[in-house]
């Protein structure tokens, strides 16, 4: 027997027993799925059902409960496409409000001008935490004045803001990879946990990652290495929220052509391989949030590499994600 066979009947044993894991995880994730779904489903049918008798014994009825959808980053970008399609079909969403966040007071303004539902517009920097101490402030503010979580509830929490930028370490500097942090990753947690409380059975979280954070990528690695650790936040709070009917889906894309993103990123404008839109992404995503996926890959390339990213080795994928920036 020579090398040459040697090698492969070694290849094809490998190939059968990866593609045996393979399967095997295919049915595996396919079976926590529907497990997945029906626990959301039937707590939200709980839910209903005590919302129902206890609206039924307290008398005489105000108005319906109202619904916020919180997004961040609602200024421009994803934030901005999303108010606009939920706001379309309110109802579809569980909406019946919006609470605006980003810094830019004239964009939000003029994001609630196109909106049909009310709006409360917040202006703050999710980086301050004095900021933060607002939102939860307000948050509970506006619930005891409602009534209670059976009057008042964030439907959806959609957690847009963030930014990247180009370049390496030495170019971009200590503070301004602090701040990315601090906006992709710091900010979104701390908003996540401040919502929660006020969120009940049906309610959904969505969290923009990235593409960018299945693998490291030179010259982008602050970026990718804070999506990432906001893709694994994500996924992990997802299980912890199982029991509380409240779903976590991690929503990671691809370059988008038609944001401020790749203009911010790179300091120009550049023609991407391939790259998606924004009104494409929203309504990929806003599907997998509706089916309570775990996570959202809304186009071809984002979704073959979640499927490859997991079997190339890190080192390999360093160099040939370069090829694509």
Same mark, same amino acid.
């Given at each position: 027997m020579n090398i040459f066979t040697c090698i492969r009947k070694i290849w094809r044993t490998i190939a059968g027993i990866s593609g045996n894991v393979v399967t095997a995880t295919l049915l595996i994730s396919l079976i926590l799925f529907f497990i997945e779904k029906y626990r959301y489903d039937k707590k939200r049918k709980e839910s209903s059902q005590e919302a129902a008798v206890s609206a039924a014994g307290s008398g005489p009825q105000i108005p319906g409960p109202r619904k916020v959808a919180v997004i961040t980053g609602a200024s421009s970008g994803l934030g901005w496409k999303y108010a606009l399609t939920i706001d379309k079909h309110p109802e579809k969403y569980d909406v019946t409000e919006f609470w605006l966040i980003a810094r830019r007071r004239d964009r939000l303004e003029a994001l609630a001008s196109e909106l049909h539902l009310p709006v409360k517009i917040l202006c703050l920097d999710l980086t301050v935490s004095e900021n933060l101490d607002s939102l939860e402030d307000l948050l509970k503010q506006e619930s005891l004045s409602a009534g209670g979580a059976s009057s008042f509830a964030v439907s959806m929490l959609l957690n847009c803001a963030g930014y990247g930028k180009y370049g390496s370490s030495t170019e971009i500097g200590r503070q301004e990879e602090c701040r990315m942090i601090d906006t992709n990753d710091k900010a979104a947690i701390s908003v996540t946990a401040a919502v929660i409380p006020y969120m009940q059975a049906g309610s959904r979280i969505l969290e923009v990652c990235s593409v960018a954070g299945f693998q490291p990528i030179p =010259? =982008?690695?602050?970026? /990718? /290495?804070? &999506?990432?650790?906001?893709? +694994?936040?994500?996924? +992990? %709070?997802? #299980?912890? %929220? %199982? &029991? +509380?009917? #409240?779903? *976590?889906? /991690? *929503?990671?894309?691809y370059w988008i052509k038609d944001t401020e993103f790749i203009a911010k990123a790179a300091g120009q404008q550049k023609k991407l391989f391939l790259a998606s839109n924004a009104s494409r992404v929203v309504r990929l995503s806003l599907f997998d949030v509706q089916h309570h996926h775990a996570l959202s890959t809304p186009g071809l390339l984002c979704t073959l590499d979640r499927i490859f990213s997991g079997w190339i080795p890190d080192e390999v994928l360093a160099y040939i994600m370069t090829l694509f920036l």
């Amino acid at each position: 027997m020579n090398i040459f066979t040697c090698i492969r009947k070694i290849w094809r044993t490998i190939a059968g027993i990866s593609g045996n894991v393979v399967t095997a995880t295919l049915l595996i994730s396919l079976i926590l799925f529907f497990i997945e779904k029906y626990r959301y489903d039937k707590k939200r049918k709980e839910s209903s059902q005590e919302a129902a008798v206890s609206a039924a014994g307290s008398g005489p009825q105000i108005p319906g409960p109202r619904k916020v959808a919180v997004i961040t980053g609602a200024s421009s970008g994803l934030g901005w496409k999303y108010a606009l399609t939920i706001d379309k079909h309110p109802e579809k969403y569980d909406v019946t409000e919006f609470w605006l966040i980003a810094r830019r007071r004239d964009r939000l303004e003029a994001l609630a001008s196109e909106l049909h539902l009310p709006v409360k517009i917040l202006c703050l920097d999710l980086t301050v935490s004095e900021n933060l101490d607002s939102l939860e402030d307000l948050l509970k503010q506006e619930s005891l004045s409602a009534g209670g979580a059976s009057s008042f509830a964030v439907s959806m929490l959609l957690n847009c803001a963030g930014y990247g930028k180009y370049g390496s370490s030495t170019e971009i500097g200590r503070q301004e990879e602090c701040r990315m942090i601090d906006t992709n990753d710091k900010a979104a947690i701390s908003v996540t946990a401040a919502v929660i409380p006020y969120m009940q059975a049906g309610s959904r979280i969505l969290e923009v990652c990235s593409v960018a954070g299945f693998q490291p990528i030179p =010259f =982008f690695n602050c970026y /990718a /290495a804070s &999506k990432s650790l906001l893709y +694994s936040y994500s996924r +992990s %709070l997802r #299980i912890e %929220l %199982l &029991k +509380s009917g #409240i779903s *976590v889906t /991690a *929503v990671c894309p691809y370059w988008i052509k038609d944001t401020e993103f790749i203009a911010k990123a790179a300091g120009q404008q550049k023609k991407l391989f391939l790259a998606s839109n924004a009104s494409r992404v929203v309504r990929l995503s806003l599907f997998d949030v509706q089916h309570h996926h775990a996570l959202s890959t809304p186009g071809l390339l984002c979704t073959l590499d979640r499927i490859f990213s997991g079997w190339i080795p890190d080192e390999v994928l360093a160099y040939i994600m370069t090829l694509f920036l």
